[in-house]
């Protein structure tokens, strides 16, 4: 049976500020959603949150890039977003860059990830959701899961796996994708990969035209929009088990809280938090940075979950580990590499301050 998984995710206002969705929210798009499966859009749906983002996790039987799946996401964001002014809540619509939809989702502001396959006899996926950065943040936790063997003992050991896989690498900012094979081609792949602003891997796929294995969120909303509307808060689904990925493997990455960009005004840098769902709610400066992880078993595309897998003791270390480095990280105040370099801030106000100094700057030479 071919399924198709939809995770498409929208901040459309956040309670308090921007550390978490209101549960009236999420409400009215579980409401929406409910409606859809009623009549037969959807096999089935799970709304699910990370800080302030809105995560519509739906599977049905129309492919990628189908009109009727994305207007209904783009419709119930709508709605939610009425839910949203009706509370007042923070950055109402924040991430929805128009008010007509046009045939598809891209472009117009939400995130979305989307992965048609044929499901297994047995098919477990785990979906990341994280707030506060963006989707270069998975180019070091995808590189770990399908091409390092210390993190993945399959990639030597599985003889299903022991041939690698092939990486899509997006360049963000030209619109163009790369195609690499591990291992044979890691060490050119990690030149791009390892510049997390520019390039993000897209997809993972076992056969280069094969099903996806992997596949992220690559939007960036503020290229999109010209300006800035956020961060792009991103979305990664992995399947995992049976000639993939263990789920074990997939989150094992986790154990180290990496350093990503986002935080606080999206113009810093700090450790990346596994959390449990409940604790997917940034605080601190704004974060720091959070990611959940909701594992599901496909039963003919109904989503037999959420686990919480990251509402586990064997993440405390990693998050201890995540509050030393946001300590460590914060107490740089203003000055990088905490801050982000000037090109790769999300707003700054140096041209201002530059226009107010002109004519005070002298020749040293
Ligand atoms: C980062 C983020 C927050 C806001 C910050 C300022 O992605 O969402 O850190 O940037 O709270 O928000 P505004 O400008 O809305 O007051
Ligand atoms: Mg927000
Ligand atoms: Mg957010």
């Known amino acids: 049976m071919k399924i198709t998984l939809s995770v498409v995710k929208a901040d459309i206002g956040g309670y308090v500020g921007h550390s978490a969705s209101h549960p009236e929210v999420k409400e009215k798009a579980a409401d929406e959603l409910e409606r859809a499966k009623k009549q037969k859009k959807l096999i089935d749906y799970k709304v699910l949150s990370c800080g302030d983002d809105l995560n519509l996790v739906m ?3 129309k492919g990628e890039d189908n009109e009727e799946i994305h207007e209904l996401a ?5 709605e939610c977003t009425e839910k949203a002014r009706e509370l007042k809540l923070y950055g109402v619509g924040q991430d929805l860059l128009t008010e007509t939809f046009s045939g598809n989702i891209k472009g117009l502001g939400p995130g979305f990830v ?9 098919e477990p996926v785990v979906i990341f959701m994280a707030d506060k950065t963006s989707p270069g943040a998975w180019n070091f936790i995808v590189y770990k899961i399908f091409a390092d063997p210390f993190n993945t003992p399959g990639l030597v050991i599985d003889p299903a796996m022991h041939d690698g896989f092939y990486f899509n690498v997006l360049d963000v900012y030209e619109d163009k994708f790369v195609t690499f094979k591990t ?17 993000c891997v897209k997809d993972v796929r076992k056969e280069e035209d094969g099903e996806k294995v992997a596949a992220s969120t690559t939007q960036k909303l503020n290229l999109l929009a010209g300006r800035y509307v956020g961060k792009d808060d991103p979305v990664l689904i992995v399947r995992a088990q049976h000639g993939f990925p263990a789920v074990g493997e997939i989150l094992e990455p986790f154990h180290f809280p990496h350093l990503v960009e986002g935080w606080m005004r999206g113009s810093h840098r700090g450790p990346l938090m596994a959390v449990p769902f409940e604790k997917a709610t940034p605080s601190r400066f704004d974060g720091p940075p959070r990611v959940i992880a909701a594992g599901f078993q496909l039963a003919n595309g109904k989503l037999i979950g959420p686990r919480d897998h990251f509402d586990d003791p064997a993440f405390d270390m990693a998050r201890e580990k995540a509050n030393e480095v946001a300590d460590y990280m914060r107490t740089h105040g203003p000055f990088e590499p905490h801050r982000l370099p000037l090109d790769e801030m999300e707003y700054t106000t140096l041209p201002q301050v530059k226009k107010k100094l002109e004519g005070r700057f002298k020749s040293a030479k």
């Not at 783009?74 to 709508?78: A, D, H, V």
């Not at 989307?114 to 047995?122: K, P, Q, T």
């Open 74 to 78: 783009w419709n119930t964001f709508l």
């Open 59 to 61: 599977t049905h039987e």
């Open 114 to 122: 989307e992965m048609e396959f044929e499901e297994r006899e047995s």
């Open 183 to 199: 291992p044979e081609e890691l060490y050119d792949m990690l030149v791009f990969i390892g510049t997390t602003e520019h390039y």
